[in-house]
């Protein structure tokens, strides 16, 4: 069964169409301005959505595993998926630019840490790791 509310500030969902997975939704975060919303599912698919219209701009296909978090990069042209990975793409060609490796488990969350240019994570596997964004280290 769909398990959904109407926002009705928002016409798009007035009409009835909605942002919307096939599998369970289990990661979401905003870009910095918030008009554009990111979110992955448990069958490894990210999908990026224009927040005004609510239509899908990109669908970024990540593997069998499921999009444990998920970030837009310090480049407002990237988005950030994670399982055990950090996985970075391109939001215009959706192909991986860079992996970050390290942790053994899946990634519970993930924040950008946009002025010292880099990423933390933590994970299932009881530890937390900082990255620098650039070099991956």
């Known amino acids: 069964p769909n398990n959904y509310e109407v ?3 928002l016409a798009y969902q007035n009409e009835g169409e909605f942002m919307f997975h096939t599998d ?4 979401l975060c905003f870009n910095e301005s918030q008009d554009m919303l990111a ?15 609510g239509k899908c701009l990109r669908k970024i296909e990540t593997g069998s595993h499921p999009v444990s978090a998920i970030g837009f990069g310090i480049e407002p042209s990237h988005v950030l998926c994670c ?5 970075l793409y391109g939001l215009r060609s959706t192909v991986m630019l860079r992996e970050y ?3 053994t488990s899946h990634i519970n ?14 994970s299932k596997d009881g530890s937390v790791k900082c990255w620098n964004y650039h070099t991956q280290e």
């Open 24 to 27: 369970s939704v289990v990661a």
């Open 109 to 122: 969350s993930l924040v950008v840490l946009e002025k010292s240019n880099q990423l933390l994570t933590c």
């Open 39 to 53: 979110s992955g599912d448990r069958n490894g698919l990210a999908k990026v959505w224009n927040v005004a219209n």
């Open 83 to 87: 399982f055990e990975t950090i996985q």
């Open 101 to 103: 490796k390290g942790h």
């Open 7 to 9: 926002n009705n500030g």
